[in-house]
């Protein structure tokens, strides 16, 4: 048996030193960087439209196994350990740089008929501990999906530009809200941009991205 080396986590040593949960990362598209800049040049010449974006881990493994296993193989019993990695980085961010504390946390919403399929939504298995443990408020239906599409995931990154066209919903207001957005993995960044863009029309204060992976 290998040490547990966050106990609270559940993660033994030598997954620790995998993970690589201290890398130094944009704080715009959460790629890494070097430690001097903490924003990468492409953020500097065009940064996402939110106010940034918090990864626990890049989408290798071990951490990408793990996430398999809880999406596809509903080992639905991971989702505490896997939301723990993104309250690290959070609570990190929050006492370095000054994040602000949301409001309200909302997920990434599937389709009903995925949601039928799967049983469960993972990025609505994610943020329900986050608000708890950050005493903020959890609105599951503040966003739906309204379009059945292709699954990100088995799209090329020009296909899931266009993949998502009127495809969510938002159905409650958040004026003046700072808001956390969760979902399982950040890639090109189109799902969230079209969240957020709707979140913004809603006149959120501010959106911040909270994802579990970040593909290279």
């Known amino acids: 048996m290998l040490p547990v080396w ?3 986590v559940g993660i033994c040593s030598w997954c620790e030193q995998k993970l690589l949960l201290d890398q130094p990362r944009c704080l715009s598209c ?9 924003t990468c040049s492409a953020c500097q010449q065009s940064p996402f439209s939110w106010q940034g974006t918090i990864t626990a881990a890049n989408y290798l493994p071990p951490l990408s196994k793990l996430l398999h296993q809880f999406k596809f193989s509903s080992q639905t019993a991971l989702a505490a350990m896997l939301s723990r990695l993104i309250l690290l980085n959070y609570l990190h961010y929050r006492r370095h740089y000054q994040w602000q504390k949301p409001d309200v946390v909302v997920a990434v919403p599937l389709h009903p008929k995925r949601y039928q399929q799967r049983g469960f939504n993972q990025s609505d298995l994610l943020a329900k501990p986050l608000a708890r443990w950050l005493a903020c408020q959890y609105w599951p239906n503040a966003i739906r999906c309204t379009k059945l599409t292709s699954a990100q995931h088995t799209l090329d990154r020009a296909s899931r530009q266009h993949n998502l066209g009127r495809v969510y919903d938002v159905t409650t207001t958040l004026y003046g809200k700072h808001v956390a957005l969760v979902d399982d993995v950040l890639t090109t960044g189109a799902t969230a941009r079209e969240i957020v863009r709707l979140l913004q029309q809603q006149q959120a204060a501010s959106v911040q ?4 992976c970040r593909t290279l």
């Open 30 to 38: 959460a790629l890494p960087t070097d430690a001097v800049s903490h």
């Open 6 to 8: 966050h106990a609270s």
């Open 209 to 212: 991205v909270w994802c579990l």
